[in-house]
């Protein structure tokens, strides 16, 4: 069965804290593929990234950078001196059985200035 | 381009009556789904389509009917709505590749509010 689990429901930091959000996934497939994105309080769903089953090298983009660690089935997403534009609610998601994609439940990350 | 859009925006239905979600896209995608979004719950699959002519089960596809009649469009119903058919409704189309930087990239409409009393 497939599953995506982010525990953090929702966190809050004060503008330019460093910030981890936690994704764990669960997955049959040897070949998946895992991806983070965004929605801002406008509603829109905004892709972040996208990361293949044999690609385990960490990724970082600007202030975002992100750790996958098949070991521990984790795809966990840091976000380096938080801006108050940061927040949102992010998704983590699985693709699974060629064509189906799980979301997780989300983080609602909320920066205070 | 639009991108993807959803029409209608925002839908007021009484239990029992019926409606049709539509979703349009026009960047030439095989792949088109319907999730619904509920607080604290995610995304959920309600059905999807590999291209025209073609549909598929999600995860929730009970009181859900799709079609694909076109491959630039891809319609929701709701034969005899429920309240718990209350949900925001996104819909996402992506290409099928297997290589390149924007594979299985999903592109999400701007999503349409349902609220059935």
Known sequence: AQKVTQAQTEISVVEKEDVT???????????????WYKQPPSGELVFLIRRNSFDEQNEISGRYS?????STSSFNFTITASQV???A???????YNFNKFYFGSGTKLNVKP | NAGVTQTPKF????????MTLLC??????EYMYWYRQ???MGLRLIHYSVGEGTTAKGEVPDGYNVSRLKKQNFLLGLESAAPSQTSVYFCASKHPGTSGEHTDTQYFGPGTRLTVL
């Open chain 1, 21 to 35: 959000l936690d994704c764990v996934y669960e997955t049959r497939d040897t070949t998946y593929y895992l991806f």
């Open chain 1, 66 to 70: 992100w750790n996958f660690q098949k």
């Open chain 1, 85 to 87: 534009v940061d927040s």
């Open chain 1, 89 to 95: 609610v992010y998704f983590c998601a699985l693709k």
């Open chain 2, 11 to 18: 839908r007021v239905l009484k239990t029992g009556q019926s």
């Open chain 2, 24 to 29: 349009a896209q026009d960047m030439n995608h």
């Open chain 2, 38 to 40: 509920d607080p604290g």
